[in-house]
């Protein structure tokens, strides 16, 4: 895989994107998605064959505090501070964001 990049592949890109940029943002654009691209490639070449796989960046996992099953807000604490909530029948009001 090759790292070149040119303007006309950002210029398709930002159209892919609906994006329209500058002339010099394409030119920015290109040499930094060029430098990410060839730290990718980078990355890629490194043999990872003897690697054991993790699921944690960090070799344990330590919780900040112990689980413990706590009390719940009743209804009416949850509510009292809700803009336009109705308590008396448990819901929020909240804005339309479907159609």
Do not use: C
Not at 12 to 20: D, Y
Not at 57 to 83: G, I
Request: glycine share 2%; charged share 30%.
């Amino acid at each position: 895989m090759s790292s070149r990049l040119t303007k006309s592949d950002v210029e398709r890109i930002a159209s892919l994107a609906h994006l329209e940029l500058s002339e010099a943002e394409k030119e920015t654009f290109a040499r930094q998605l060029a430098d990410i691209l060839t730290y990718a490639e980078t990355l890629q070449a490194i043999d990872t064959t003897n690697a054991s796989p993790t699921t944690h960046v960090l070799s344990r996992h330590e919780a900040f505090r112990t689980d413990e099953v706590q009390e719940s807000l009743s209804r009416d604490e949850a509510l009292a501070n809700a803009p336009d909530g109705t308590p008396d029948e448990g819901f929020f009001k909240v804005p339309k964001v479907i159609e």
